[in-house]
Structures are given as C-alpha cells and as structure tokens.
C-alpha cells in the first residue's frame, strides 16, 4: 500500500473507531429487568458477589448477606435497575463511566422477598461453565491453607483485585509496583516461557509446542478475572504464536489489532486507565526494542523500567494528578524479585494444590509473603514517594507529551544532553503550571453526603486549611474511606500535598470521621480543635506521638492566621458545661480575600445567644447555617442580629434528619441558598475583590463585587 493510502486507511480506522467510542456505545439507560440469571461471581475477602445478565445487559446483583445463588439460578422478576449515582464533587472519579467501562448497565437489589423467585435452574452457558471451573478452582486453593498468602495467590494466578486490602493497596500504589501484583504482560510473558520450556523438555515438535501454547493460554483468559492488559497480552502472544509458523513478527500490527477488538467489544475500554497504560508502554517497549534488546538482563530491565515510566508520565497526570519520585528505582528492585522468586512460586503452588500443600512449604509460603507485603508496607510508609500535580492545561499536556518523546528518543540514541533538556523543560512545565493560579483565594464546600468538610486554599501563598472532614460507620474496615472518594481526590486534583491547619469543629462522627485516614494520607502541619469537647480524649487517645505535638488549642489560640487567611474563634470562649458535642462547637469567623466567612459546625441557638451577647453584631458575607440547617441552629434572632448574603447548608441527599429543615429555610429565605444536598460542590474564588460562585449542579454561577467600605 502506498504512502497515500496508508495514510487514508488510518484515518478512516481512526473515524470508524471514534465513532464507536462517542456514538455507538450510547444505550438507553435500562431501567426495568424481566428476569435476571446469576452468571459469575465477584469475590472478596468478607463473602461472595453476584453477577448477572437480562438480555443483552450485565448487572451487578446485591442480595441479603449470607446468601449464595448458584450460577445458572434464574430469578423471575421484574426488578428495577438502579445506576450509580452522578459524581457530586468536581473531581474526574465517574462512577456512572466506570460502570460503563468494566462493561456493566445497573444494579439490582434483593430482598429476602426478591429470593422466593429464584427456584429455576437454567441451562448452562458456556461463559457459565468457565464461572463454574473458576469458582472450584478458587474455593480449592482458599481451602488449602489457612494462611492469608491464599488470597495472594489467588490474586497474582487470576488477577482478583478485590483480594487486596485498602493498606496494600496504597502501598503498592505509592511504589509504583501496582501492575506486578495482579495480572499483567509481564505474568503473561513469563507463564508463556515456563509453558514453552515445560513443553520443550518433552522434545515436541515447535509446532505442536506452539499450538499447546495457544490452547493453553486461551484457558488461562477465560479463568482470569478481565483486564485490558491481561487480553492484550494473551491475544498479542497467541497472534504471534499464530504468525510464527509464517516467519513473520508484525508487532505494532499485532498490538493495533488486539487494542481494535477490545476497543469493539466495549468501546468504553478507552478510558480505563489499565488499558492506555498498557498499550501506551507497550508500543514505546516494542518501537525502542533495537536500542535495548542487545543489553544484559540488568540493562534490559533499566531501559525497559525507565521507557515505561517516561512513556506513561503524561496518562498518569491526566488520570491519577500524581507524579512518581521512586517508582523507576522500585521496579527495579521488585522486577527481578517477583520475577524470578514469586511468580515460580506460584505456579509450583498451583500444581501442588491439587495433591495437598506440605506443611512445610504451606510454613515458608506464610513467611515469603508476609515478608515481601512487609516490605512493601515499611517501604511505602518510610517516605514520600509521589507528589500531587494539579490538573493541567491542555498546553501543559501537550509540552509534557513533546518533553517525554524527546527523552525516550534520547535515552535510545545516548543523547544525555538532549534528554536533560527535555528532563529540565518537563519539569519547568510542571511547576510553571502548579504556579500559575487563576485565584487569590478559593473556599470550597465539598460534598460528603450527611456532613461537614470545607477546603480553604490561599493560592498564593501556597496554603491549605480543611475546616472538618466528614465521617461515615464503616461496618468492614477495608471498605474504601468516604475521603477516598470526596476530599482527598480533591485535594490531589488540585496539587496539594499537605494541608497546614486542620480545624475539627467538634468530634461528632460526620464531621472527624475521617481525620484519622486523612492524616495518615497528607503531613498536616497543626490541628485546630477544643479540648474541652467530651469526646476530645477517646479521639486524642490513639493518636501518634508526632500528631499529637501538632495539636493546638483553640481555647488557648482564639485567633490564627495561615498565610493571608484568618481566623478569629467567636465561641466558645470558656469550657461549656454539656456532654453534647454539639454544644461545644467551635464557631470561626474567617477572612479570606475581601471576604468573610462564619462557620458554625454544629452549634445551636444557645451558643449563638452567647456569641450574640460577647459580640454583638456578626456581619458575614457567607453563613455555614448551623447543625446542617436543623431547627435547633440558625434561630430568627441570629439571622436578624448579623448581615449574611450567601447561606451554606452541608447536608446528605435525602437524609433521614430532614435537613434541611422548612423552618431554617423559612428564616434565611433572603439569602442565597447553596446545599450539598442540591448543588453538590460547592465553590467561592475570590480574586481582587471580586467572588465568584460555582457549583456541581443546578448551576448558579455568577460573581459579585466588594462594595467600598
């Protein structure tokens, strides 16, 4: 094919597949089911998940705790589809689009009720069959040992992610060495090369080594749990598998054609993060592969461990807003540990599961692998190894883009000076753009459901307050935290990797629930808080030594300033006689630009008729209604005695408090409103005098001007 009309049959592939991404995948959102036949499970540590598929449509399927329904089970309905609910906080986490990428349409819900319907058996498919083989399989190995390292191999045979607790996660996250711990090219690879010598040892015919291969390797897909990178490398070695019997090795062909049929099979794939991470370091391995496939295995794993990282700096900006400080240095240290002692690990645990583990190996199986988890932990916890970058500029990526190529391209072709100037200009990029503020000051009222958490940033002087944190029960520990999914995302979106003063209104659950896990995750500098609150000791008593010396009293400290923020605490001025949390809430008047802010926590109308009383007027241009817009805040005599233009109400969308209350909105109808419940975020930037409002939803947007003193 000639130059021209490669060119055009790229671009017409190119046209073909965007459609399908941004037209073809578009269905109507599905909202009632006939019928619903359990096909797979989902598995955790805690018990079992469902799965299930209505027609053409795959849901998740929750039932009672305890219950399990055989695959095939056949549930008579009809049941209303549920869909998640739309993200409430302006951070990228979609979870309606994560639904849509793992190839799912909806939820259902059962009840006790719900499972007199499910008596028939139907019969099964053969996406069944392979369920059932997996679900033996993994019942097998958790029943041969009692040890923890189960669920490790479990994870690391078929790439069950739901196996790995909250703690580690992180841990491998911050190394950088998430991708050795499930599923991935590199477990592919080696599985092949231990097949192919297994099968060679028999001295068989190539060809017939190569056919076993493919069948094989096919098994090994269906029985794993899906993963794009898992599918690109099963059908990018059986491809070339295919194609060795004619001599040819096609790789970039071979990976295009295997992105294409995933792409086809859920064009939603393309934002998976695991998806254009893999075929991104993949097509830089293979194009650089003349420049370093001559090197020992030392300088084999530099080249490939640096192109990998380079490669991928831009996706992990625009996905995760974090930037790697170890992560080469750490793969280079576990490459080579996972890949020549833990990976044969597990594929000789694998063959001997079948005939009974030996006391003896299932002893040094539990000590491996609490060791090399130990590890990984002390490593995680010993420094900071990512740093959170703001999202950037659609200038910025494309610079970021241009800077990673020109280092690739120079490390191939030895060019120091070049990559260091590519280096240099990649990192002033980056900080250029973490300098650049479009704000003087900017107070946010993040959404966390039933809740108080407000984030202030004093963008020039690079300065972070968290008024409150909000906090939920959490009946298993290694549930994902509320700030996993609110606050910290965030923060980390906005390029802020500590917060200077954390102020704790008072120690009712939804507003410090979270503080514990926030601290663990970002440095706080100093944490505002009353000593006298009666829940202050239980809270105090777990906390570090270190986190305890950073403990500053407010009844001590009745003003505070961080950079060009202030602070002035209005109540309580004195130890509150009450063993209501509520009543000892910290009420702070904060100066941030050519405004000011009044928050109340929780503090009722009793508090508010001492701070009436020791102050007198309260002018504000923003009010936290007290107690999330209760009746018992926010009383008629404090609403006339101040001067308010804005209201704030932080509560849960259709909570069972009611909040806000008919009556609170009835006094502060002549401010303008804003509720979580309502608006989701909720943002104020102000810059030279002027403020402006955003929110989530229901948009209200609009800015006004500082009126002349």
Known sequence: MGGYGYLIFHITLTAVLTTAVFILSERPQLETVQSITITEYKYYREGLGHMGEADDNSL???????????????????????????????????????????????RIYMDSGDLERCRSQTQ????????????????????????????????LSIGNKSY???????????????????????????????????????????????????????????????????????????????????????????????????????PWIVYHAGFQLSYLTTFAIVLSKNYWMHHGFIGQLIS???????????????????????????????????TLVFFPMVIFYNCLVFIGIPQSVDFLYALMFNNLKGSIVYLADMMTHRIAVKNLSAVALIIVVIASYRMIRALCLREMKSFILSLLALITTLVTSDAIHQYDVTV?????GQGDAFVLTDHMND??????????????????KLSDQTVLPFLKEAGINNIDLMILSHFDLDHVGEAKHIMEELDVEQIYLNPFDPSFKEWYADL???????????????????????????????EVASDD??????????????????????????????????????????????????????GEAFIKNGTFTYGLVSAGVDNRYGHPHDEVMERTAHLEMFDTSVHGMVRFNIKDGVMCVDTKFEQKNHCIKKRAE
């Open 304 to 338: 490939i461990t640096l192109i990998a990282e380079i490669s991928t700096v831009a996706t992990v900006l625009m996905q995760f807003n974090e930037l790697s400080i170890s992560g080469i240095v750490m793969n280079m240290v576990y490459v080579p540990i996972f």
């Open 124 to 155: 099964p498919t053969l996406h069944m069959k392979i369920a059932q083989a997996r679900d033996a399989y993994m019942r097998k190995v958790l029943a041969s040992t009692a040890h923890d390292y189960k669920y490790d191999i479990l994870t």
């Open 60 to 106: 998740d399927v929750y039932v009672p705790d305890g219950i399990e329904l055989p695959i095939g089970t056949r549930c008579a309905g009809p049941f209303p589809v549920e869909q998640p609910e739309a993200t409430r906080n302006f951070i990228k986490y979609d979870a309606v689009r994560t639904m849509k990428v793992n190839g799912m349409d909806g």
């Open 544 to 574: 570090s030594t270190v986190q305890k010396g950073r403990v500053v009293d407010a009844m001590e400290s009745p003003e505070i300033e961080v950079g060009a923020i202030s602070i002035r605490k209005l109540f309580p001025v004195s």
């Open 581 to 634: 949390s509520n009543q000892h809430s910290l009420v702070l008047e904060v100066s941030a630009g050519a405004y000011t802010f009044l928050f109340t926590g929780d503090a009722d109308m009793e508090g508010e008729a001492q701070i009436m009383e020791r102050h007198g007027s309260v002018h504000a241009d923003v009010l936290k209604l007290g107690h999330h817009g209760s009746n018992t805040s926010t």
């Open 463 to 480: 300065r972070t307050i968290l008024i409150d944190t909000g906090g939920r029960r959490y009946l298993n520990p290694d549930s994902k």
């Open 164 to 266: 790995i607790t909250s703690e580690f996660f992180d841990a491998l996250q911050k190394l950088g060495i998430y991708h050795l711990y499930v599923i991935s090219g590199t477990h592919v690879a080696f599985i092949g090369a231990v097949i192919f010598h297994i099968l060679n040892r028999f001295r068989l015919e190539v060809g017939t080594i190569r056919i076993i291969m493919m069948v094989m390797l096919l098994l090994f897909l269906a029985l794993n749990f899906p993963s794009p990178s898992v599918f690109r490398a099963v059908l990018m070695t059986i491809t070339l598998l295919m194609l060795s019997f004619t001599r040819h090795r096609p790789y970039l062909t071979v990976i295009s054609l295997s992105a294409i049929i995933q792409i086809v099979m859920n």
């Open 444 to 448: 946010t009222m993040v959404d966390v």
